[in-house]
């Protein structure tokens, strides 16, 4: 199956029904590429002092990879929070949870010799594996051209919502995301991809935000990469998704906090996110009950 690629003019319901159908969308020319040049260039201290830290098996030896993005890339925080990407995402994960989060953000840098990577899942990390719920939208943006000879993510599309038990996809066959600097590739958490091999003899990189459904424990730890000081300097969605939000309202919540936060969102910023299905009991539910 191949790749879809839309035109930025793409709306939310067609990227989201795509992604929903083949696990994988791309939507080329979304960012300006003096964008994605700004966030590079904001990018390339950390990379070139940090990248190489977290070489492994997984990460490859010749990828450079740095997390901490909003601390140090705050031009960033536009691809992030993106309108297209956040109507996305409301349609994937709200179905499973009423506010949704990063999970990571990282940049990933493959230089000219690295290997392929290994094809896999990101909602691996979580051990819960519930057909047809998603747990997790992967966003990669190009900050470069990305080409089938310099490493441009590889995608199985139909790959997604497998009970991984049971029924592995057929993964012996992927398609390669080639799309412009500026572009965004989704794909589900679900949807089977991995880096590719760079050929060519100038680095790949790339910015892959990822979000999770509101009640899981993000991959990386936005509070200590982005300390409430430096989520202060971002508007009330971004710093929302960073965490700085509880999941669920009234007496049903997650990461509630009730000291003070230059960060800290008290109304979600998002129509969308205030849908508030408490399922606790309330004082008027024990006196039905006839307690007392
Ligand atoms: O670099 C890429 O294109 C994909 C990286 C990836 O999927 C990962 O590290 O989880
Ligand atoms: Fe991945």
């Known amino acids: 199956m ?56 997984f990460n490859g030896d010749l990828t450079h990879r740095c997390g901490g993005v ?6 960033a925080a536009a691809l992030v929070d993106h309108d297209l990407v956040v109507a ?13 989060r990063i999970s990571s953000l990282t940049a990933i840098e493959i230089m000219p010799g690295e290997t ?8 691996t990390v979580y051990p819960i594996d519930i057909a047809g719920m998603e747990l997790v939208l992967g966003v990669m943006w190009s900050l470069c051209d990305f080409t089938r000879e310099n490493g441009g993510t590889r995608v199985i599309p139909g790959s997604h919502r497998y009970v991984r038990a049971w029924h592995l996809p057929d993964i012996s066959r992927w398609a390669v ?24 003899n100038t680095p790949r990189l790339g910015l892959v935000n990822s979000y999770c459904l509101g009640w899981l ?44 936060c230059p960060a800290w969102v008290d109304t979600p910023p998002e129509p969308s996110w205030r849908a508030g299905r408490s399922h606790v009991g309330t004082m008027e539910d024990a006196r039905v009950q006839g307690g007392g």
């Open 116 to 123: 392929d990577q290994a094809l896999h899942r990101d909602d």
């Open 217 to 260: 424990r993000p991959e990386e730890n936005q509070y200590l990469t982005t300390p409430p000081e430096i989520a202060a300097r971002y508007g009330p969605r971004l710093r929302a998704l960073m965490g700085y939000m509880t999941h669920g309202f009234g007496d049903d919540r997650c990461g509630y906090y009730r000291g003070d």
């Open 2 to 57: 191949d790749l879809t690629v839309l035109d930025r003019t793409a709306d939310a319901d067609t990227v989201a029904s795509i992604l929903q159908r083949d696990g994988t969308v791309a939507v080329k020319d979304l960012a300006p590429p003096d964008l994605a040049d700004t966030v590079a260039s904001e990018l390339r201290p950390q990379l070139d002092a940090e990248g190489l830290k977290s070489r492994s098996a």
């Open 88 to 100: 996305v995402a409301d349609r994937i994960l709200l179905p499973f949870a009423e506010t949704y």
């Open 177 to 200: 995301a080639e799309i412009p600097k500026g572009s965004a590739l989704f794909y589900l958490g679900s949807t089977w991809h991995g880096g590719g091999a760079n050929r060519s």
């Open 70 to 75: 909003l601390s140090t890339a705050p031009g």
